[in-house]
């Protein structure tokens, strides 16, 4: 392995890099994700029990102690309980976006990822090209061995860069779905604690 990645030329360690970023992101999010997921319920189940034993403040101090995104969006629902819905449910989904867009932090950057390594493998197809023709033009058609380092560098760094960039693309589109599906767990959580503290 060791032989294959140094014959593929110089833009293998981009490529290498893409791929340790990219796992790196996916490994973070999919933690991020867990903890999230795991804490949703208790947290949910913990207000609704305070709220029907008319114990808010200990509701609004159990959210203040709380890290999770669902938190800081009640948080914001208990403070202004006793206002209408409609003014509950637009500040819950004011922070609930800030929550939203912290959920699918560094996505952007695997979808980047996912796209550019190809790029890199076909400028590597390209500049290993552009050495084996530069052998055709200095040595006349030459050897296969004069002429093999070029080929091998062209298709090697081609491989290479869509055997990174094929996972990176399904692991984005998974991350994305998770992440919607949370919010959307987020929001229904929301909007059954705004129903029990509205005016």
């Not at 790196?24 to 208790?42: D, G, Q, S, T």
């Not at 206002?83 to 922070?95: P, T, W």
């Not at 998974?174 to 503290?197: F, G």
């Amino acid at each position: 392995m060791i032989d294959v990645f140094t014959r593929g030329g110089p833009l293998m360690y981009p490529i290498l890099l893409c791929s340790v970023i990219g796992w790196a992101i996916f490994m973070e999010r999919i933690f991020a994700f867990i903890k999230v997921r795991r804490n949703l319920k208790p947290l949910q189940n913990g207000i609704k029990n305070f709220l029907q034993d008319d114990r808010a403040e200990e509701a609004v101090d159990l959210c203040e102690h709380n890290k999770s995104p669902l938190a800081r969006i009640l948080l914001v629902v208990l403070k202004n309980r006793g206002c209408q819905r409609i003014y509950l449910k637009s500040l819950a989904e004011e922070v609930g976006e800030r929550e939203a867009v912290l959920l699918q932090r560094y996505l952007g950057l695997l979808g980047t990822i996912a796209n550019i390594t190809p790029l890199l493998g076909l400028l590597g197809t390209v500049l290993g090209m552009i050495k084996a023709f530069n052998v055709i033009a200095t040595e006349g058609m030459g050897t296969p061995a004069t002429l093999g380092g070029g080929i091998s560098e062209a298709l090697i760094t081609t491989a290479a860069g869509l055997t990174v960039a094929v996972p990176m693309l399904l692991l984005h589109r998974y991350l994305s779905s998770r992440s919607e599906r949370l919010v959307l767990e987020l929001e229904e959580a929301t909007m059954q604690v705004v129903d029990m503290v509205e005016e």
